[in-house]
Structures are given as structure tokens and as C-alpha cells.
């Protein structure tokens, strides 16, 4: 196993740019730079950037032929002019102002960076603090308060440009379905994409669980969908699926789609998650990595949307892979009493998947 070493990428300007156009309560002004700024303070606060394993990573600086390999012409020009005239607003949940395109070429670059930093050895896991967030992007548009999609170019990249033809695993937790990432690999057998996320069963949606890839992708496309108000109990359960399945595909690199907005005061998700899930999270993945691809693992950004609870949730799971104990932050203990389990109705889901997945895994 290599020397510990954790690098987080991280830009001024995530922290400063890419400022919603309208204010609270609307949908999109959750995606705010004091989302960064408070990540960064509270962990320069808590002394982390002193530890010699912990490294600052500026994002790798890209060209508009990079975002050519997830998007179209039309759609990154289309950012590009919407920018240059000051900005303006794509869909009920999209917008962009005078710096977005840069801000989000940027963070394209960061993930980049994260992600090719793991596979080169230059860090062992990584953790992309960019915004905007990206996996709801699609190749033509942009969508969910995501203008490109970082984590599906990075991919790309690491394909197109460096060769890279091992297995990859991308483990998203954000409270809403990665639309965008699904749609890119969900015919690739070499991507194995397993989302776990909120989901209303009263109304249809995409996101179900019987939605598992086309041609030779199929089966390695896996969603678990839950219902609101899932608890850290409910959230391990569900995430102890994936220990079949992802020892059994035994990925190179493990990418998370790190969202945090089933954080319990998250203004946008509705579960009831506190920080000790996310690092309890973060120590499971991190001994899967160990076992599976030498420990590469990277974080990449994407929903969280509280401001005072996102810092602790991003420290612990730094402190999961540092090997560092966490402690929680003390008014999450009111949390741990919003609900209750609900293992049983998750038990049907969790059955229904297996059903439909086992014609496609051996050991499932």
C-alpha cells in the first residue's frame, strides 16, 4: 500500500464566483459560493490543512477541446455566449452569470485533477471541493443546477487522452439521481454506476430500479432508489448492497459522486442523515479500495446545500480516510431523534434489485 497521502483540490474562486442571481427561498440560490467558503474555513479552522498527508491541489487548467469529450459544441458555446452577456437563466433550475463558464471549465479541470492524481499515484485518495455540481448534466444541456458534467469528463479523459481501460466504479450518494452520469456509461460494461438516492414512489420518475443499462452495459447501471426521511441506519443498510456487487466487478479506481444534501438540514433533500453516516460512508469505500485498487478512491463534489452542516460532512469524510476518529458536531444529536428506521420497506426494495440484477452478477 502506498504512503497516505490526501489531496484536495481546491480554487479561490469556487468560494467567490458562479453567485445565484436571486435569493432565498428560490431553488437555485442553494448553489452558492458560501458553500466552499464554509468548507474551507471550518477545515483550516480544525487545523487539517496542517497535517503532512493533507495536500493543496490547484484543478488542472483545460481547454474547450477537453469539455468536447462529454459535450457538444452547441451546448458548451451556448454556455459560453449566455456568460459573456451577463448571464441568465437556462431553466426553472439552471442558471449562469458572467463568470459561469469559466467556474465551470474550472471545475471540469478539478475533477481532472482529482481523479488523474488518484490513477498517477500522485496522492492515494483525492477530494474535489468544485462547484458548479455536474452529475445531472447531459451532453447537450445543462440541468439541476449542473452546467458540465465533471465526473463523466473526467472519465472521458482518462480514456481518450491517457489510454486508461480499467474498470471504473462510480458510487454516487447525492440525494437526487445522477441522470447525467447514468446516461453516459449506461451501455459501457467497464463503468459500473450505482446511485443511491430519494425517490418519490407516489408519482413516476427516472431513477427506478429496474432501470440497469442497455447492450453489453447491462446490469452494471444500479439504482437503489429510497424513500424521504431515511436515517444513518437506513443509509448503511441500503449501502451494504454494494458489497457484492463491486468485489465482484473489482474496479481500478473508485470515483464518489460525493452529494450531501440527505444531510437532515439540507434545504433541498429530505432524508435525515448527520455527519456520521457520511464517514461511516467514507471508512466502508475506503476498506473496499484498500481490498480492491490500492486504495484509489476520489471524492468529487457534488449536492450539499447546508452551510453550517456540509463542513463536517466533507471533515468526516476526510477523516475516515486519513484513519482519524470523528467526532460529530454536537447539535446533531436532536437529529438522530427526527425519525425512525424503516429497514422493512427497504428490505422490498432492496429484494426487488436482487431479483432483477441476478441474472447479470454471479455471487449476487
Known amino acids: 500500500m502506498p ?54 491541489i490547484n484543478p488542472k487548467e483545460i481547454d474547450e477541446a ?24 437556462l431553466d426553472e433550475e439552471v442558471f449562469v452569470t458572467h463568470d459561469t463558464f469559466d467556474l465551470a471549465k474550472k471545475a471540469v479541470g478539478g475533477a481532472i485533477e482529482a481523479i488523474v ?28 443546477l449542473c452546467i458540465f458534467n465533471n465526473i463523466a469528463n473526467s472519465i472521458l479523459y482518462l480514456r481518450k487522452k491517457l489510454g486508461y481501460t480499467k474498470k471504473i466504479a462510480i458510487i454516487d450518494i447525492d440525494d437526487h439521481f445522477g441522470d447525467g452520469i447514468a446516461q453516459y456509461f449506461y451501455h459501457d460494461p467497464s463503468v459500473l454506476y450505482f446511485s443511491l438516492h430519494e425517490f418519490d414512489f407516489t408519482e413516476g420518475d427516472i431513477g427506478m430500479f429496474d432501470e440497469l443499462g442497455q447492450d453489453e452495459g447491462i ?43 440527505m444531510y437532515y438540514a439540507d434545504p433541498i433533500g429530505n432524508c435525515l442523515l448527520t455527519s456520521t453516516a457520511y464517514n461511516h460512508f467514507a471508512a466502508k469505500i475506503l476498506k473496499i479500495a484498500e481490498d480492491l485498487c490500492e486504495g484509489r478512491i476520489s471524492f468529487v463534489l ?12 466533507v471533515e468526516s469524510v476526510l477523516k475516515a480516510l486519513l484513519n482519524e476518529k470523528y467526532e460529530a458536531p454536537v447539535f446533531e444529536k436532536d437529529a438522530l431523534l427526527l425519525g425512525e428506521s424503516n429497514i ?19 455471487h449476487i
Request: charged residues 25%.
Open 302 to 313: 457534488e449536492g450539499g446545500y447546508d452551510v453550517i452542516g456540509l463542513p463536517y460532512c
Open 219 to 261: 446490469g452494471k447501471n444500479i439504482n437503489f432508489p429510497v424513500p424521504s426521511e431515511i436515517t444513518n441506519k437506513d443509509f448503511e443498510y441500503c449501502i451494504d448492497f454494494l458489497d457484492t456487487v463491486i468485489y465482484e466487478f473489482h474496479p481500478a479506481l473508485i470515483i464518489v459522486a460525493a452529494g450531501f444534501d
Open 3 to 56: 504512503e497516505k497521502k490526501v489531496g484536495i483540490i481546491l480554487d479561490d474562486d469556487f468560494g467567490s464566483k458562479h453567485i445565484p442571481p436571486y435569493p432565498k427561498p428560490s431553488f437555485i440560490s442553494f448553489e452558492h459560493p458560501f458553500r466552499i467558503t464554509c468548507i474551507l474555513n471550518h477545515l483550516e479552522r480544525i487545523g487539517l490543512f496542517k497535517d503532512n498527508r493533507v495536500v493543496k
Open 66 to 89: 477537453i469539455l468536447e469529450l462529454a459535450h457538444s459544441k452547441y451546448h458548451i458555446d451556448a454556455i459560453k455566449k449566455i456568460s459573456e452577456v451577463g448571464g441568465g437563466l
Open 117 to 144: 492524481g488518484v490513477v498517477k499515484n500522485r496522492y492515494t485518495q483525492s477530494f474535489a471541493l468544485i462547484r458548479p455540481p455536474g452529475h445531472h448534466a447531459y451532453r447537450e444541456k445543462s440541468s439541476g
Open 344 to 362: 422493512e420497506d427497504l428490505k422490498k426494495i432492496k429484494n426487488m434489485l436482487t431479483k432483477l440484477l441476478s441474472p447479470y452478477w454471479e
